[in-house]
């Protein structure tokens, strides 16, 4: 099993960042490192993210969590889940002006050793992610 995680504290409303992680069609505006996005961000939605990691790959996801301004989590993965990766975004409102965004992505699955070993290191991903969203609501708000 693998994870990463990002947490960033974001100077603007819950409501805003959900619009902006729920506008698949402007990911490449704001996030350094996605292409782009297809489809529906919406519950139980089935979207192809495309990650700058791996140019021209798409990787499709289903949106099985959605409640708005709080929680969305996306899985993606092989059939009967010998791999998986089940991304959860978090919205926790502190109610002086900022929200912290997280983002956490768990692989597992029997085949995720060796899948996991030929997958780039996500880290930096994650961080162009979070910073991206942060300059992006902010400037909205």
């Not at 990911?27 to 961000?41: F, L, M, R, S, T």
């Not at 192809?48 to 993965?77: D, N």
Request: overall charge neutral.
């Amino acid at each position: 099993m693998k994870t990463y995680n990002v947490t960033i504290k974001i100077k603007a409303d819950a409501e805003t960042i959900w619009s902006i992680l729920t506008d698949g069609s402007k990911y490449a505006e704001w996030n350094e490192a996605v292409e782009k996005v297809e489809g529906d961000i919406s519950l139980g939605q089935r979207i192809k993210v495309y990650a700058k990691v791996s140019p021209g790959r798409a990787f499709p996801v289903t949106v099985v969590g959605f409640a708005p301004g709080k929680e969305m989590i996306w899985l993606g993965g092989m059939p009967l889940g010998v791999f998986k990766g089940i991304r959860t975004f978090t919205l926790v409102d502190e109610r002086n002006g900022i929200v912290e965004f997280g983002m956490h992505e768990v692989f597992s699955g029997i085949m995720s050793p060796l899948i996991l070993r030929l997958m780039p290191d996500l880290t930096e991903s994650f961080a162009q992610f979070a910073a991206g969203l942060k300059r992006k609501a902010e400037n909205t708000a």
